[in-house]
């Protein structure tokens, strides 16, 4: 069993190789059929998407676009409840559907407040697509996904782009 060390904590692998490719082609497959005839917008989240986002952009068959944003509300291995915007998106988005690509939504308040900046901003749609969903911690059910990679139990982890303090 693979383990990781990070600022004094030792992580497991729970997911493979195999299993995310799967998660992301699935994930893929979907927004194609949903969005055929349209151009989303896919907005990544960094720094913990831009894996997941770079492998998902590459099974996206749509005329499309990517965008970068950078979103904080986590401290160490903890939510804060407080979403700041440290890189702001600079695309005009009005009248667009818009695809937000998240690493893991649990609590749900960054795609909380993220999805209502957007619909200010002039979106058409807003729909979240994330790698790692955990239902039971989510405390914002607004902001619950419309694709998810994988379901996973309520505990932190790391890998595949998904950091504890920038490591």
Not at 17 to 41: C, F, M, S, W
Not at 87 to 107: P, Y
């Amino acid at each position: 069993m693979k383990t990781i060390q990070e600022q004094g904590l030792t992580f497991v692998e729970s997911i493979n190789a195999t299993q995310i490719a799967d998660a992301v082609k699935q994930v893929a497959e979907r927004i194609n059929h949903d969005y055929k005839g349209r151009e989303p917008l896919f907005v990544c989240v960094l720094n913990g998407a831009f894996i997941f986002a770079a492998d998902l952009f590459r099974q996206i068959s749509l005329r499309s676009r990517m965008a970068f944003v950078r979103l904080k509300s986590y401290s160490g291995t903890a939510s804060t409840g407080e979403v700041r915007e440290l890189v702001e998106l600079n695309e005009d988005i009005s009248g667009r559907d818009i695809i937000v690509i998240e690493d893991i939504v649990d609590t749900g308040y960054s795609m909380h407040y993220y999805k209502q900046h957007l619909l200010d901003k002039g979106a058409r749609s807003v729909e979240v697509c994330t790698f790692l969903f955990k239902p039971t911690a989510l405390l914002c059910p607004d902001a619950k996904p419309k694709y998810v990679g994988m379901e996973i139990p309520k505990e932190f982890i790391v890998g595949y782009g998904l950091d504890i303090d920038d490591y």
